[in-house]
């Protein structure tokens, strides 16, 4: 397993562990015969060695390959890859190798979207080039890419960082993608309905976090029972792994290609979770509420994307109207892109 990544402060004694996660997720455009899971195990280990980071556990649906690793998670699928990685991990410098995979071992020569998104980390100092600062991130995706756009959302230290090929609605650039698009309709539709919820929070409950160590928790399945993490979205094939002394990390698949992942940094001067998955809902608001019942996070940075014919939109839509319950709304920000709604809401939670 890779080294862990923590870093003590020998003045005060304080264990440091960056939870936040960098996320990228790329979609190639449906080709004949291509298949991102042509992309051997082999190959995908000396990707993760350019991320610092390596595999750990693996389970898989029949749409989509799910791997626990030593810092978070990789989804596979036909023509989409998903990495999400934490601690000081570099994945935006395997993205030219997977781009040269996808191409040569698994026939996706053209990608059609990218998003690359993080919040600001507890301490973004410590970070590897080009995670140190956005500028630096966004330069290299360009290099890779093109030109993407880019956009920072909400306040100073709770700010969202997005890269994407998607222009704002209503743009030159938008009006230039319809064109592309109205063209590639001839030979059909190219992008299906889609949707994202991601919860990242912060300032956790010491008790619920207190599970995820090994001095709590037998093992993994214990602390994902005694949680309630089997039952945010129940019927979901969870593969969890527990981390010594503390740490702990999950991914769920379903039978519909559905997949949730959650990862847990319980050190309580650094407590940081995470929750993702791409479960559709024309409401999100039980969801939302179950995360938060959960892991009961002081402060929580909520986003959802998704296209505007997904279930997700009209989630996305109520929850910017309505917030969560027990949580005050401190920001909240909805853009559209051409294709792609997107919503970022700030939570902090009502004194008990
Ligand atoms: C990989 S997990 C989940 C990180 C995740 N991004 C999050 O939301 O916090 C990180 C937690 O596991 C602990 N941990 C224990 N051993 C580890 C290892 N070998 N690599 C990474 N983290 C480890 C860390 O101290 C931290 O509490």
């Not at 020569?109 to 980390?121: D, L, P």
């Not at 956790?204 to 993994?220: E, Y």
Request: charged residues 25%.
């Amino acid at each position: 397993m890779a080294e862990k990544e923590i870093i003590s402060s020998s003045e005060n004694g304080e264990q440091f562990f960056e939870g936040v996660e960098k996320l990228i997720e790329i979609w190639f455009t449906p080709a004949k015969n291509a298949d991102l899971r042509k992309i051997t195990r082999q190959q995908w280990e000396n990707v993760l060695k350019i991320v610092r980071c390596e595999i750990i556990s693996f389970t898989q649906s029949e749409q989509v390959d799910a791997y626990v690793l030593s810092e978070s998670s990789m989804f596979v699928s036909r023509r989409r890859w998903i990495l999400k990685t934490c601690g000081t991990t570099t994945p935006l410098r395997c993205v030219r190798c997977v781009l040269s995979l996808a191409r040569d071992v698994a026939a996706h020569a053209q990608v059609q979207n990218v998003f690359y998104s993080r919040r600001e980390f507890a301490r973004p100092r410590s970070q590897l080039k080009p995670h140190h600062h956005f500028d630096a991130e966004v330069e290299l995706l360009d290099s890779f890419f093109g030109d993407g756009s880019a956009y920072i959302l909400g306040p100073d230290q709770d700010c969202w960082y997005l890269y994407t090929l998607l222009p704002l609605e209503g743009t030159v650039g938008a009006l230039e993608k319809e064109e592309r698009e109205t063209r590639l309709s001839v030979s059909g539709r190219t992008q299906e309905p889609d949707q994202t919820i991601e919860i990242l929070m912060s300032e956790l409950d010491p008790d619920v976090m207190d599970i995820f160590t090994r001095k709590h928790s037998a093992h993994a399945q214990q602390a994902t029972r005694e949680s309630g993490i089997d039952q945010i979205i129940p019927g979901m094939v969870i593969d969890d792994f527990l981390f010594d002394p503390c740490g702990y990390s999950m991914n769920g698949v379903a039978k519909d290609g559905c997949y949730m992942t959650i990862h847990i940094t319980p050190e309580r001067e650094c407590s940081y979770v995470s929750f993702e998955s791409n479960v559709p809902a024309r409401c999100y608001h039980a969801l939302a509420a179950r995360v938060l019942a959960t892991f009961r996070p002081g402060r929580a940075l909520l986003t959802v994307l998704a296209t505007p014919d997904s279930p997700g939109a009209e989630a996305l839509r109520s929850l910017q109207k309505r917030g969560c319950s027990g949580y005050s709304q401190l920001e909240t920000t909805m853009c559209q892109f051409s294709g792609y709604e997107l919503l970022y809401a700030l939570y902090s939670r009502f004194p008990s």
